[in-house]
């Protein structure tokens, strides 16, 4: 059975063009190209989105996100990243969740001091980027007011070009409108409905210069598929302790409705307490993911998110499973044995065991989020190296995780999420390395659309 929304079938969707385009820039500008109208959006929604830029957004994450009627949350939180790297990025390294930074082109140069930016740079930035799942986002060029269209162009379309340049790795698709004084940027006041996006110049710049942006409407997000149905969508602001333990029952009342939750939070503005909070409810997430209960996204992946549907691309393997062999994976050669109990199948190490890998090539995926889930397991104990790398070279990417499996009979997850090169790495390779003896039972990994 084919869903639908809007009346339109997602077969319907995606016939329109949805996964048949290419990226397209101005060359030498980094600008994207004039907006192209798309007979589904202008029909069904009220604003026109650049038709090639959603295009290569959804090819990127290989179509909708599905969740099997589980909720899904993303996090993004604004600049300051001093305060950022150095007391928050760790509890997103500690429990494996991605975030979407609010990046603006000249925040390295203004957001000076403690509660600044400057202590990264763009290389830096980019390379946390890549390891560790951090989708940026354009947030403009210098969080100040643009009363006239040369100021609108130079906060949302030179703004992006600047992020393009100096984030060469990295595809900008995201806006997120910064809150200024003044004139709102010409009273879109950060895009309170889908309306804004078609009758403010701001919002008509913002759709012609990126594949989605988020707003100020009202909501819990509709997870339907289809992620112009999310463009505009609000997040619940992380400002206080309070509100942070508060989290969980954002979550509850989301998927009561079949929905999704952005959730956001200033790093200038945490102290101890809504640290500790924040710490807290990271570990509950987590633990509801790992437990197969909720989905952890970007914001981007929960634009793309399904509550209906269970399909999701995965860059590994259609059936992520060593039922049928090897799939690709070099275990013969690396001297790794398959094993089945209780109906599925595991990679079993040996005593002369080498690195299990396998290659894939990107394609249209480059520049997606991606999350590897591994399950794995040790009956005896053992220490463990995880890489995603550049299968030619190991630059630009090389994510690595190392870490100590205990005893057990019981299969558990790694999660870890990562953001594959826009550019420079046509084929990567997941790479699995005991780094001490003992066992290690390992079940296909997937590199999941997040």
């Known amino acids: 059975m084919t869903s639908t929304t809007h009346g339109i079938?997602?077969?319907?969707?995606?016939?329109?063009?949805?996964?048949?385009?290419?990226?397209?820039?101005?060359?030498?500008?980094?600008?994207?190209?004039p907006a192209q109208a798309s007979p589904l959006a202008s029909a069904a929604f009220p604003f026109t989105p650049n038709q090639q830029l959603l295009d290569a957004f959804m090819a990127r994450r290989g179509g909708p996100i599905g969740t099997g009627g589980k909720p899904a949350i993303a996090f993004r939180c604004d600049h300051h990243l001093n305060k950022f790297q150095s007391l928050v990025l760790p509890l997103h390294q500690k429990y494996s969740i991605p975030v979407t930074i609010a990046a603006m082109s000249q925040m390295f140069k203004i957001d000076i001091g403690s509660n600044g930016s400057n202590n990264l740079s763009f290389p830096a930035l980019q390379k946390l980027a890549l390891e560790n799942g951090l989708e940026i986002a354009n947030h403009g060029g210098n969080h100040q007011d643009a009363p006239t269209d040369q100021r609108l162009r130079e906060e949302i379309v030179y703004s992006?070009?600047?992020?393009?340049?100096?984030?060469?790795?990295?595809?900008?698709?995201?806006?997120?409108?910064?809150?200024?004084?003044?004139?709102?940027?010409?009273?879109?006041?950060?895009?309170?409905?889908?309306?804004?996006?078609?009758?403010?110049s701001a919002?008509?710049?913002?759709?012609?210069?990126?594949?989605?942006?988020?707003?100020?409407?009202?909501?819990?997000?509709?997870?339907?598929?289809?992620?112009?149905?999310?463009?505009?969508?609000?997040?619940?602001?992380?400002?206080?302790?309070?509100?942070?333990?508060?989290?969980?029952?954002?979550?509850?009342a989301a998927k009561a409705q079949g929905r999704g939750v952005c959730?956001?939070?200033?790093?200038?503005?945490?102290?101890?307490?809504?640290?500790?909070?924040?710490?807290?409810?990271?570990?509950?997430?987590?633990?509801e993911r790992d437990a197969g209960r909720l989905e952890i996204l970007t914001t981007t992946g929960l634009m793309m998110s399904s509550f209906n549907s269970s399909s999701r691309h995965n860059l590994l393997s259609r059936n992520a499973s060593f039922k049928t062999g090897w799939n690709g994976w070099n275990g013969a050669a690396a001297k790794w044995a398959i094993r089945n109990?209780?109906?599925?199948?595991?990679?079993r190490r040996g005593s002369s065991s080498t690195s299990l890998s396998k290659d894939v090539p990107l394609g249209v995926h480059a520049g997606s989020v991606r999350q590897l889930r591994i399950p794995l397991r040790s009956t005896t104990g053992v220490r463990v190296q995880i890489e995603v790398l550049n299968a030619a070279s190991g630059a630009p990417l090389r994510a690595a995780k190392d870490l100590v499996l205990p005893k057990s009979t019981?299969?558990?997850?790694?999660?870890?999420?990562?953001?594959?090169?826009?550019?420079?790495t046509p084929t990567v390779r997941l790479r699995i390395t005991p780094r001490t003896g003992g066992e290690l039972h390992v079940q296909e990994p997937q590199m999941l659309a997040a």
Request: charged share 10%; with cysteine.
């Open 263 to 287: 959730f956001m939070y200033h790093p200038s503005l945490v102290d101890s307490i809504d640290l500790a909070a924040l710490d807290d409810f990271f570990a509950w997430c987590a633990n």
């Open 9 to 33: 079938s997602r077969r319907e969707f995606f016939h329109a063009g949805a996964l048949g385009g290419a990226f397209a820039l101005v060359a030498g500008a980094g600008l994207a190209a």
């Open 160 to 200: 992006r070009a600047a992020l393009s340049k100096s984030l060469p790795l990295l595809p900008i698709e995201l806006f997120t409108p910064p809150g200024v004084a003044g004139t709102g940027y010409g009273g879109f006041d950060g895009g309170r409905s889908q309306y804004s996006f078609q009758r403010y």
């Open 341 to 347: 109990e209780f109906g599925f199948s595991y990679a």
């Open 203 to 252: 919002g008509r710049l913002i759709t012609q210069q990126h594949a989605m942006s988020t707003g100020y409407a009202p909501g819990y997000w509709p997870m339907t598929g289809n992620p112009l149905h999310s463009m505009g969508n609000v997040h619940i602001g992380l400002h206080t302790a309070e509100y942070i333990r508060r989290g969980p029952s954002f979550v509850q």
């Open 410 to 424: 019981v299969f558990k997850p790694l999660q870890q999420y990562l953001i594959l090169p826009l550019t420079g």
